[in-house]
């Protein structure tokens, strides 16, 4: 596996070497690079990014963590696979928590907090189909300014934990043509409005039907 290409793509080391490593794997893991079931060796990634085991170790051990990757005593590390049964239970759990922390977030939402919305949308729609990780990068901040106000760590936390779950299983289908990124982006402006006009029941369905639309776009390949 060429994890030199993945670390191209995510840019200089900046910062802590572990934090560096643990975002090359965790854009292999969610591109689909880095496959489930896939083992990673410590050994090839220390030498494919010119690093030692520690930082690598620790980088593994977190996304342990967020359920990326399974470390196995005595045999290693690989990346986990999902059923699409488990794919459908993260969705909802998604759904869930999005909608509470929006129910709690929306109405102290600020004048800048619209205009940084409404730039995060000029800037998807300006965004080309190609650049699938900007279209991720930007779908992440448009959700996280929404729920900003909810001051829920735990929540953020389990929804950080989700979202590479079930990204890495939807983003080719759900970024990756027009159509599907002219609807996402048309959903994110309603939700905005609704929230803008105080509406705010209307737009904590329109977030749950936008996370849960998104069950269309499971692999037909997936068991």
Same mark, same amino acid.
């Given at each position: 596996m !060429?994890?030199?290409?993945?670390?191209? $793509? #995510?840019?200089p080391r900046v910062g802590a070497t572990q934090e560096w490593i643990f975002h090359v794997l965790r854009e292999g893991i969610i591109s689909g690079r880095l496959p489930g079931g896939m083992q990673l060796k410590q050994d090839e990634i220390s030498a494919a990014l010119n690093v030692s085991h520690i930082p690598v170790?620790?980088?593994?051990?977190?996304?342990?963590? $967020?359920?990326? #990757?399974?470390?196995?005593?005595?045999?290693? %590390?690989?990346v986990t696979e999902l059923t699409r049964s488990e794919l459908l239970d993260m969705m909802e759990v998604r759904a869930t928590l999005s909608v509470m922390m929006l129910r709690n977030s929306a109405p102290m939402l600020t004048k800048a907090d619209f205009d940084a919305l409404e730039e995060v949308v000029r800037q998807q729609r300006e965004t080309t189909v190609e650049d699938i990780v900007r279209s991720e990068e930007l779908n992440y901040k448009f959700h996280e300014i929404l729920t900003s106000?909810? %001051?829920?760590?735990? %929540?953020?936390?389990?929804?950080?934990? #989700?979202?590479?779950n079930i990204d890495r299983y939807l983003r080719a289908?759900?970024?990756?043509?027009?159509?599907?990124?002219? #609807?996402?982006?048309? $959903?994110?402006?309603?939700?905005?409005? %609704?929230?803008?006009?105080? !509406?705010?029941?209307?737009?904590?369905?329109?977030?749950?039907?936008?996370?849960?639309?998104a069950k269309e776009f499971i692999p037909n390949t997936m068991k």
């Open positions: !060429d994890y030199k290409a993945i670390a191209e $793509q #995510v840019g170790r620790e980088a593994l051990r977190r996304l342990e963590a $967020q359920g990326l #990757v399974r470390i196995h005593p005595n045999r290693g %590390a690989a106000h909810a %001051a829920n760590s735990m %929540a953020n936390f389990l929804l950080e934990l #989700v979202h590479a289908s759900f970024y990756g043509t027009p159509l599907t990124r002219e #609807v996402s982006i048309n $959903q994110h402006e309603a939700i905005m409005l %609704a929230c803008r006009e105080g !509406d705010f029941e209307s737009a904590c369905n329109l977030l749950r039907d936008h996370i849960l639309n």
